[in-house]
């Protein structure tokens, strides 16, 4: 089974950058696809970046494109979400999420197996 924990939240001017960091335990995360996923107050929630397991293939909302990064690093288990150019709109609360089912990228939140408990991201006007 593969275990999740986000960290890396807080609060942050429009036009600034914040990093989000994935925790996951066990052996499976390095053969897992990974994803983010945001919800925002009144929302439902949606999909904001995916890596490989291999990172040979990376997937981006076009909400988020030339402003967030998602990287990983198998030897620590972690995955990483380096947001910028952060906007009013990407006020919401993050999740990572893990698919060890499949090799691919997915974009839709039923893909997913394993989700971390969530941070919150607030950018402020």
């Known amino acids: 089974q593969v275990q999740l924990v986000e960290s890396g939240g807080g609060l942050v001017q429009a036009g600034g950058s914040l990093r989000l960091s994935c925790a996951a335990s066990?052996?499976?995360?390095?053969?897992?696809?990974m994803g983010w996923f945001r919800q925002a107050p009144g929302k439902e929630r949606e999909f904001v970046a995916a890596?490989?397991?291999?990172?040979?293939?990376?997937d981006y909302a076009d909400s988020v494109k030339g402003r967030f990064t998602i990287s990983r690093d198998n030897a620590k288990n972690t995955v990483y979400l380096q947001m910028n150019s952060l906007k009013p709109e990407d006020t919401a609360v993050y999740y990572c999420?893990?698919?060890?089912?499949?090799?691919?990228?997915?974009?839709?939140?039923?893909?997913?197996?394993?989700w971390g408990q969530g941070t919150q991201v607030t950018v402020s006007s």
């Open positions: 999420a893990a698919r060890p089912q499949y090799s691919g990228v997915g974009r839709s939140k039923g893909e997913y197996d394993y």
């Open positions: 066990g052996r499976d995360f390095s053969t897992s696809p």
């Open positions: 890596i490989s397991r291999r990172r040979g293939t990376i």
